[in-house]
């Protein structure tokens, strides 16, 4: 494939330094480590050139939810975008009745965040031994929502399709977070045919390589969008990052190729270590290694966690030679251990 | 000035068929009507390229804080940079206590939105007969936030320095919307240096023409902008408008030479209709003229105002070829009554 084929480079040009010291590493975030190659690049300034950015931008941006709702197979009355999806699970609480929501720790911090700050009670139902979700039936009546991240950060497992629909059939709002859905290669969006109380929420911040644009997007049956749009202020999207947005949709093969590199260097890594790795199926591994400290010494970081996964760290899949250098790190580390 | 001589471009080339009737106008928004000129455009685009769009934007924006702080005058711990101003005003509700909000119509509809978002009643103190601040100190105890806008919209008018230090002196806090101070040349920003209880509203929609880009930002004490930092999510604003409004204050001569520009028109259209046209100090004119249909037939789009203002429309400064249409429009509208 022509677009992955360009992936690994750079590993040449670092000269006799070696790659490992030249400049920091960073795979603490989840980000793709992917920006685009400089013919698209192009491609995205000539048409963000021809925004108009005097004027407001398209609200709702038409076009883009358009797109979206072709990407995912269902309707644009399906779809809201925001200015990322971070700000959705705020609107999203805003729409349902209930005075707790149900989190599935160890997961993204934000759903409890945001939460709290609406006044309303957080009740953790922690993941078990395998990181399978737990019996949240049991806290679903009175619920403002069931949050579901699959796959979930930062275990990387992705909950089955089955288990979302036990969850979803107690009619309690379900807000299932599939930000890293592209790396699975499955999703459960569609079942908003069929379940009104399903609100799904992806990004353009992770397979799409746009974190820098903040653009999310929920989707939802037509009843539940029309409330979320009652809630919500206008010109919440900006119109360069709508437009970032529709050109990696209309470039959707550069997104897969990427993605599948990403997924390929993921197994490459999970095999050198698989004995204190945990399968993922997102763009990061979990691995039981107190390592977060050594490997910031050799300029490569990684988010340690806390609480159950005390001891462990959360690592983003990079570029090949920046995942070279990880391995290299992870390797002194094991000796020194 | 080299930059202002283009701003009355484009009228040439409309050919026979006639300015007024060879595009839609837009005049409803109050936006600038001025995307950047090409070079400029060209200079911006080669900065977003250089955006990492798969990193994450930094957060907060530091060195689009300190530009803005040396812009307004102040340090960068009094500056917020948001999606847009109108996502500050929910944020702003967040920080202080009390159960109302005053706000003065006829004015922007925002302020009542967000604090009945919040829970909040809304207290009505209408403006006077030339829209001076009423008595608003009468029912600041207890009060969430008193808004002021100055220069008002729909209005057009500023707000007198020293009736905004007296709403001040109550101590309750007041949220004082300055998205139109460039037109009016004048600001009461440095006014936080005094109080803490002040939290200023600016925007790059306006004066600087980045509608599109969604970037507002809010200038208080040290003390009121930790606050406001603790209530919000992170990477709320995108790389791509957090660069976009850095390359406009850079490029500050051109912001000031639109904006002379623009008020020297409105002050062209305001004499051509001082009969029915209230004096301004932003980049709109408010009219007695029951004319919003009327115009939209040829083409014109201005805002009709209802209620206490029902019969009058609000007209934004166009470019010269653009206002010598509405002019032209007007005319007809008054030959016609």
């Known amino acids: 494939m022509v677009v992955a084929s360009g992936l690994g480079e750079g590993r040449e ?30 491609g995205l300034m000539r048409e963000l050139s021809k ?14 939810k358009e797109k979206i709702a072709e990407y995912v197979g269902l309707s ?38 945001f939460a709290r700050k609406e006044g309303l ?12 979700l737990g019996d949240v039936e049991a806290r679903a009546r009175g619920a403002r929502a069931i949050f579901i991240t699959s796959p979930n950060n930062p275990t990387g497992n992705v909950q089955p399709r089955a288990r979302i629909e036990e969850v979803l059939e107690t009619g309690a709002p379900v807000v299932l977070d599939e930000a890293y859905a592209e790396f699975a290669g499955e999703s459960a969006v569609d079942l908003v045919r069929d379940y009104d109380n399903l609100v799904v929420l992806r990004t353009f911040s992770k397979a799409f390589g746009l974190a820098g644009a903040r653009v999310g997007y929920a989707v939802a049956s037509e009843e539940t969008m029309a409330a979320l749009e009652r ?49 993922s199926r997102a763009n990061f591994l979990l691995m039981r290694l107190d390592a977060e400290g050594f490997l910031r010494e050799r300029g490569v970081h990684v988010r340690g966690l806390s609480g159950r996964l005390s001891g462990h760290i959360r690592v983003s899949i990079g570029k090949r030679e920046e995942n070279d ?13």
Chains 1, 2 share one sequence.
Do not use: Q, W
Not at 25 to 34: M, S
């Open 13 to 42: 040009a670092h000269g006799s330094v070696g790659p490992c010291r030249r400049a920091e590493i960073y795979l603490d975030r989840n980000e793709n480590p992917f920006d685009l190659p400089p013919d698209l690049k192009e």
């Open 76 to 113: 644009s009355e399906n779809v809201m975008v925001a200015n990322g999806s971070d700000e959705l699970i705020g609107a999203v609480l805003g729409v349902f009745e209930g005075g707790h929501v149900v989190v599935s720790p160890p997961t993204f911090a934000m759903y409890a965040f």
């Open 231 to 279: 809630t919500r202020p206008p010109f919440a999207v900006n119109a360069l990052s709508i437009k970032a947005a529709e050109f990696m949709l209309d470039h959707i093969e550069h997104v897969n190729a990427t993605v599948d590199f990403i997924v390929g260097e993921r197994e490459r890594i999970y095999r050198e270590f698989s004995a204190c790795s945990y399968p």
């Open 121 to 132: 009670d957080v009740v953790e139902v922690p993941l078990g031994e395998n990181f399978e």
């Open 51 to 64: 925004v108009p950015l005097n004027r407001y931008p398209p609200s709702p941006p038409a076009s883009l």
């Open 325 to 337: 250098c990880l391995i290299e790190a992870l390797h002194a580390f094991m000796a020194d251990g």
